[in-house]
Nanobody, 126 residues
């Protein structure tokens, strides 16, 4: 059984930084692309960042490009999201997800991800 558990969320002032982590257990972490999504109150879930199965490719939503960095550690079965220069509009519940398909570069579409964490709240204050 694949399980994903996010951590690192919290309250931060605008302009500050947070690092989210996602621990993955079960399955074959090293064979699957990973992604981060977020959902703000009253809005649909949206793609934030993704990383290929090998870690060699990363991709970001335009809204976070240059501010957020995704990385993975196959030795620890974790994927992280370093968030810098946080803005009020970054406030959301952040979800970690594992691509259902092995050996892919990943996807911007949530439908490609078959396993999800429970989410962690990030609140950016002024």
């Amino acid at each position: 059984q694949v399980q994903l558990v996010e951590s690192g969320g919290g309250l931060v002032q605008a302009g500050g930084s947070l690092k989210l982590s996602c621990a993955v257990s079960g399955g074959t972490f090293e064979n699957h692309a990973m992604g981060w999504f977020r959902q703000a109150s009253g809005k649909e879930r949206e793609f934030v960042a993704g990383i290929s199965w090998s870690g060699g490719s990363t991709y970001y939503a335009d809204s976070v490009k240059g501010r957020f960095t995704i990385s993975r550690d196959s030795a620890k079965n974790t994927v992280s999201l370093q968030m810098n220069s946080l803005k009020l509009e970054d406030t959301a519940v952040y979800y970690c997800a594992r691509d259902s398909r092995p050996y892919t570069l990943g996807s911007y579409a949530s439908s490609s991800f078959g396993f999800w964490g429970q989410g962690t709240q990030v609140t950016v204050s002024s």
